[in-house]
DNA sequence: GTCGTTGTTGCATCATATGCAACACCCATT
DNA sequence: AATGGGTGTTGCATATGATGCAACAACGAC
């Protein structure tokens, strides 16, 4: 809708992908040098981009704080933090959560497992959005158009022989997670390693977040896993309460 | 430098702090509400806001995205992650990497301690800046006058008895940490965490990042926690020699 | 020394961001 | 139901402010 902003912003995916000098920002974003310079010196100046030594561009530290800022103030988060906590000193395996926004999952907290094995996932990475039990508990509670729309969208990528192969089997194991109120995963993403998980709700009963348990195969089996499921979803419902609770109903 | 696009981007900071609707942007943007939708909606188109259900703006998944991005590209990053990854089996404890960007230290990696006592730290946080023993370490190889000049600037809040109470105590022991080449924060942050650290230079002897070691009191006392010291220089200097052979030295 | 490359500045032009005013919409109130 | 305040949205005329140009500066390479 702004020219000017839209290409200012073009420029963040840009360097995201490496650093990159004043002429091949401008060459990439199809303006003059000059156009480009002034661009950039008004990021920099709001710090989401960084000159280096040689004069190149990369995305700044104010881009790291931001997303820092934002994720800390999240209120589900901060409310379902404690029973994440309590939750992995009880069972001590790796804990997340996680929410749903414009086509994307993504983690907002984590906390580790209590064992020596620990899972690669970070705070803030996009979900493997196929196969994590709390990306399916997430998309079962949209709106059957909706979740047809999106699984069509996605890629399904077998990251093991046990991946969600394809949009139908998608669409499947969304009803039936939607229906139980819980989802796994096993062994989809990663060989060795299963999930549990459980919706946590609003006031109104959408779904706002998912949460998780996980642990690898050397630890607990998938069956032992699954004993934790009463105790899991306990923990969701809590958080359900206390954040319907904060959270004025805005109309039933 | 460009209007438009400064306005659209101190957006940013302010929905950083809880999210607000269009009138409370154009108001504090001071200018017209139609204005503020436009640029609302150029940062929408490019996910960096979200409009949640009640019509309010927040800050969008795409942020995490880049700033996850950004740091997974950094070099020294990929570089030594091994590395800290390493010394970490040998050693037990937390290891944290961070680096030195306009007026801020943030860690840019951390692998978490085996033990079950873990610190509150996350990647892409900004460091206790006149604490740290990183911090010490990025700011101890500035030049003299841009180290007076930062420590001018700091606030030097007292978080321990043991916190560097101002700048003149700050520089001092940045002249310290300069000639030993090691530097150290002994419950400067946290009553009971100690830590120490070591430099990472590039081909040019610059120091680029730093990391350290840190572990509570109740694991290993400070003076334990110093018999690490020279394996925590080794594996520095490694991480150096690894750095400065794959950048090509721009000239010595 | 000169050439090539890259970043920077001042300026004239007009594209484009702006504020206005009118409209659409949703709730709350009576 | 009807009215009124609040909020988000759209079209449009105006002039602000972003743009590309061309000339300059800084630096290395040859």
């Known amino acids: 809708m702004?020219?000017?902003?839209?290409?200012?912003?073009?420029?963040?995916?840009?360097?995201?992908?490496?650093?990159?000098?004043?002429?091949?920002?401008?060459e990439r974003l199809g303006v003059h040098k000059s156009t480009a310079l002034r661009l950039l010196r008004t990021l920099h100046e709001?710090?989401?981009?960084?000159?280096?030594?040689?004069?190149?561009?990369?995305?700044?530290?104010?881009?790291?704080?931001?997303?820092?800022?934002?994720?800390?103030?999240?209120d589900v988060r901060e409310i379902a933090h404690p029973h994440l906590v309590e939750?992995?000193?009880?069972?001590?395996?790796?804990?997340?959560?996680a929410v749903y926004e414009e086509q994307e999952v993504l983690y907002i907290d984590k906390v580790e497992s209590r064992y020596p094995v620990r899972m690669y996932?970070?705070?803030?990475?996009?979900?493997?959005?196929?196969?994590?039990?709390?990306?399916?508990?997430?998309?079962a509670d949209l709106s059957e158009p909706e979740r047809r729309a999106v699984a069509e969208k996605l890629d399904y990528p077998m990251?093991?022989?046990?991946?969600?192969?394809?949009?139908?089997?998608?669409?499947?194991?969304?009803?039936?997670?939607?229906?139980?109120?819980?989802?796994?995963?096993?062994?989809?993403?990663?060989?060795?390693?299963?999930c549990i998980g459980a919706p946590i709700r609003g006031a109104d009963g959408r779904v706002v977040a998912a949460m998780?348990?996980?642990?690898?195969?050397?630890?607990?089996?998938?069956?032992e896993l699954l004993t934790l499921l009463p105790l899991v979803r306990r923990t969701a419902d809590s958080i359900s309460r206390e954040y319907s609770g904060t959270t004025r109903p805005e109309k039933a």
Chains 1, 2 share one sequence.
């Open 159 to 194: 990251y093991t022989s046990r991946s969600t192969p394809n949009a139908g089997a998608f669409l499947k194991e969304l009803t039936v997670v939607r229906e139980q109120g819980w989802a796994t995963d096993l062994g989809g993403h990663e060989e060795s390693i299963n």
């Open 212 to 223: 998780s348990v996980s642990a690898p195969n050397v630890v607990v089996t998938a069956e």
């Open 121 to 139: 996932s970070r705070i803030g990475k996009p979900v493997a959005i196929t196969v994590a039990a709390v990306a399916k508990l997430l998309l």
């Open 46 to 74: 709001h710090g989401l981009v960084y000159r280096q030594q040689d004069q190149r561009y990369r995305l700044g530290a104010r881009l790291f704080a931001l997303a820092q800022e934002a994720v800390e103030n999240l």
């Open 2 to 26: 702004s020219q000017t902003v839209d290409r200012a912003l073009s420029i963040l995916p840009l360097l995201a992908q490496g650093p990159a000098d004043l002429g091949q920002v401008a």
């Open 87 to 97: 939750l992995n000193e009880s069972c001590g395996h790796t804990v997340h959560l």
